[in-house]
């Protein structure tokens, strides 16, 4: 018997044979004779041949629609190979059947699927996701209040952090002296390994490498098909030029550079006047940051992203002194115990200094009567003794200021002048540290006017 008339003959089993069939796969569409009063479909290519058939599993198309839709996108991930779209018919009977239509090409290598996100041309801009990126520690050895490896971790993918120690930092200067001390590379040691563990506890963990950045930064770039370099900008001669020559490495590697400012209590950014046009001494820089708002802190990360598989990077081990080619017997006292036992480096010490110097400040009430001396703390070598963490960048400025101005007030306005001592030399600093203005600039005076 015809087939044809068979259909004709039990509609309605016909009608249970196609819903079957799309049901086993709802992209095979069915081609009935001109005769049905049904929409019409054609198919130019099956997409069963190019992606994955778990690609596939969607719900049947016409419950996906409350309302008939004249032209609507199907969701799948499908998308991206090319532009499908459902079109009703106009001489359609009945409005519950759609035809589709695909502009799918026959060749989907014209249109293939990325191997990562796209990024739009603005890298500043947040939308953008970066497949992989590369935070290099320096002077900032920290989670909280790090602009940088925030900014990184929420712009990225994945995140290598890395810390190299430059062999150019060690041995003898040409005086004669050691460019880094035993005491000083201890402390760093234990700042490094002190940030290795808030990272790993984060979900992360720290690349430590000894060699030169420029050269140590562009084979780990290479190696995890890294995006972009963040890290926090320096203010010294020497440590401009390393950053001149990461630059002038990555560009080759078409890999992007990205300074952050934040071993400052004020930002540069904030400053009143071009940093050009900074006061030459400590009196007018700071009548002209008199009122200045300090920035807010940043949160520490509660979880950080992985990383990047590619590569299978090896973490690698923190040096002891004598890999820096340092005698550790320089670093012991007479008795042979560690020296300077009580600096030990690292976020964690660097906290617990801040509290115990916070609680120090609201024990002690103000002494004596002389103006400025009024919010002076007093005890031993009069000092809070948190510059070592300061410098390496365990703890910033702003969080600093920022605990105390919570916990004391007897000791705010004291350290409120320090921390802006601080803060001039820096800026000066950075200022001074361009090669072509050191001839024209008139030379910086900090005691001049230090008491206007």
Known sequence: MDPNSQIAENPESSEEQQQQQQQQNPLALLLPSSSSPFATASLSLSLASILPTHFFQQPKVATLFSSQPTKAKIPTQASSLAHLSLSASANVATPSKLSFKSTISANPLQNPLTLGP???LDPNNGAGIRRASIVWFRNDLRVHDNECLNSANNESMSVLPVYCFDPRDYGKSSSGFDKTGPFRAQFLVESVSDLRKNLQARGSDLVV???????????????????AIY???????????????IESAMK??????????????????DLPFKLEDMPTNYGGFREKVKGLEVRKTI???????????????????VPSL????????????????????????????????????AAECQAQPPKGSKEGS??????????CKISPWLAMGCLSPRSMFDELKKTASSGTNWLMFELLWRDFFRFVTKKYSAGKKQLDAAPATACTGALA
Do not use: C
């Open 252 to 269: 080759d590697e078409n890999v992007e550079v990205k300074y952050f400012w934040g071993s400052t209590l004020y930002h540069m950014e």
């Open 118 to 120: 796209r990024r739009p």
């Open 299 to 317: 949160e520490a990360l509660e979880q950080m992203k992985g990383m990047p598989s590619r590569g299978d990077v090896e973490p690698g081990d």
């Open 374 to 383: 009024q919010n002076s703390i007093y005890g031993a070598n009069f000092s």
């Open 209 to 227: 490498r000894i060699g030169k950045p420029e050269t140590v930064l562009v084979e780990l770039a290479k190696t995890i098909g890294a995006d």
């Open 322 to 357: 004598m890999d820096l080619g340092l005698n550790p017997s320089a670093s012991m006292a007479q008795d042979g115990k560690p020296g300077a036992a009580s600096m030990v480096g690292g976020e964690a010490e660097a906290v617990e200094r801040l509290k115990k110097f």
């Open 231 to 245: 890290a926090h900008g320096e203010v010294s001669h020497d440590e401009v030029k390393s950053e001149e020559r």
